[in-house]
């Protein structure tokens, strides 16, 4: 029996997996792929996308956008799919030496980093 409940505990987790495309058009736009892998929804309540470098002794975050202050909350059902897409004036240069990586605030979680590019 405890084995089947640690492989229940398993399988729920929370997973999700970032995606990108990245684009050299403004009007196409820049795109970041929220998705949520695991059999449980979650709540995104807000989430921060930030760049920099990663050469030790000069390691640097800036955050460069964010979702708005008066956004609502996200649902993501299970295996369903999160969209931020960033075109025109929004648009960010993804070139050589840009790191990228999105903060994600999960209702009833700690803000979890993860590394969008490269």
């Not at 990108?20 to 449980?40: A, D, H, P, V, W």
């Not at 955050?63 to 059902?77: H, T």
């Not at 840009?98 to 605030?105: A, G, N, S, V, Y």
Request: proline share 3%; hydrophobic share 40%.
């Amino acid at each position: 029996m405890a084995a089947v409940k640690l492989w229940e505990l398993w399988r729920d987790r929370f997973q999700v997996d970032i995606s990108y495309k990245f684009s050299g058009s403004r009007e196409i736009g820049n795109q970041i792929q929220i998705r949520n892998l695991g059999t449980r929804p979650f709540i995104l309540a807000h989430w921060e996308l930030l760049a920099g470098t990663t050469r030790w002794p000069f390691v640097r975050r800036n955050e460069i956008y964010s979702a708005d202050f008066d956004s609502e909350d996200v649902k993501l059902d299970s295996h369903s799919t999160y969209r931020l897409t960033f075109a025109e004036e929004d648009h960010f240069d993804w070139g050589v030496g840009h790191f990228f990586w999105i903060r994600l605030h999960v209702a009833g979680r700690r803000p979890e980093m993860i590394r969008v590019y490269p």
